[in-house]
């Protein structure tokens, strides 16, 4: 099915532990985003890549890195992860933005 | 600030009972505002964009209108399915790229 798919579905890390999250893409799109969603705060935009050697800071980048593989990959790196960054991630693309985005299945991430 | 509110964050209806969920926003250079449906344990999946004061989209029970402040949802005669968080997000120009969601509305449909 085409879609936007996330590994791994679920992962703990111990403070200080690095991983990257891996995102990948069959629909073609140009754009790819990393957010994360905690309770209240809604979805906050980690980073983006606008298209295929392109890479932009969201509104909350500390702590992460990214980078876009080729057009279909786009992963997210923790180098030391902190009990700050316990949250759920959704990838996502689009192209253009105002055909909404699509939103893999999410990676729960722990860190203690 | 730019900003985005959804109310009311939590909505219980009986099967039938129609109701609307309400985002507002303070933003310029508004290029469209997008409504989402997430379900426990999943990502959001994309329902309508609109992009201008007065346009209105609808997919089955579900309605979205949109004015120069705020956004409807409308949800008529709900049924037990619909039951999910309902996200709106804005995409606006500000320099950077920027796209903000609201905190959203849990929706619970009781039979």
């Known amino acids: 099915n085409a879609g936007v798919t996330q590994t791994p579905k679920f992962q703990v890390l111990k403070t200080g532990q690095s991983m990257t999250l891996q995102c990948a893409q069959d629909?073609?799109?140009?754009?790819m985003y990393w957010y994360r969603q905690d309770p209240g705060m809604g979805l906050r935009l980690i980073y983006y890549s606008a298209s295929e050697g392109t890479t932009d800071k969201g509104e909350v980048p500390n702590g992460y890195n990214v980078s876009r593989l080729n057009k279909r990959e786009f992963s997210l790196r923790l180098e030391s992860a902190a009990p700050s960054q316990t949250s759920v991630y959704f990838c996502?693309?689009?192209?253009?933005?105002?055909?909404?985005?699509?939103f893999g299945s999410g990676t729960r991430l722990t860190v203690v | 600030e730019d900003q985005v509110t959804q109310s009311p964050e939590a909505l219980r209806l009986q099967e039938g009972e129609s109701s609307s969920l309400n985002c507002s926003y303070t933003?310029?250079?508004?290029?469209?505002l997008f409504w989402y449906r997430q379900d426990p344990g999943k990502g959001p999946e994309f329902l309508f964009t609109l992009y201008s004061a007065g346009e209105e989209k609808e997919k089955e029970r579900l309605k979205a209108t949109l004015t120069k402040k705020e956004s409807f949802l409308h949800i008529t005669a709900p049924k037990p399915e619909d039951s999910a968080t309902y996200l709106c997000?804005?995409?606006?120009?500000?320099?950077?790229?920027?796209?903000?969601f609201g905190t959203g509305t849990r929706l619970k449909v009781l039979a």
């Open positions: 997000a804005v995409h606006f120009t500000s320099g950077t790229y920027k796209y903000i």
């Open positions: 629909m073609n799109h140009n754009s």
């Open positions: 996502a693309s689009t192209d253009p933005v105002m055909y909404g985005y699509t």
């Open positions: 933003v310029s250079g508004l290029r469209g």
